[in-house]
């Protein structure tokens, strides 16, 4: 079972940036494709942004041209730039597998991200 840790959120003023990492034990990391999730409290959770194993890369309107999905896999570990964040960016973050079939590993503690004054 792969397991996942999520770092690197913390509060950041409107405009502000952070930069995200997912670190995930096991050696199938490479082979599958990842995504970023929020949820916000309230509501459901989104996925914001995905990168197959081939590094193709598709963002969530709300998060198009600010935020960038990268990820390493020598260190089997996908990270999330976020620029210009606004106040409707505040969730907590996951990563996780990204498949059609909504199939998920066990989910880890997720990393919050407020964007407040």
């Known amino acids: 079972q792969v397991q996942l840790a999520e770092s690197g959120g913390g509060l950041v003023q409107p405009g502000g940036s952070l930069r995200l990492s997912c670190a995930a034990s096991g050696s199938i990391f490479s082979s599958n494709d990842m995504g970023w999730y929020r949820q916000a409290p309230g509501k459901q959770r989104e996925l914001v942004a995905t990168?197959?194993?081939?590094?193709?890369?598709v963002y969530a309107d709300s998060v198009r041209g600010r935020f960038t999905i990268s990820r390493d896999n020598a260190k089997n570990t996908v990270y999330l730039q976020m620029n210009s964040l606004k106040p409707e960016d505040t969730a907590v973050y996951y990563c996780?597998?990204?498949?059609?079939?909504?199939?998920?590993?066990?989910w880890g503690q997720g990393t919050q991200v407020t964007v407040s004054l």
């Open positions: 996780n597998r990204n498949n059609p079939y909504n199939v998920f590993w066990s």
């Open positions: 990168i197959s194993s081939r590094s193709n890369i």
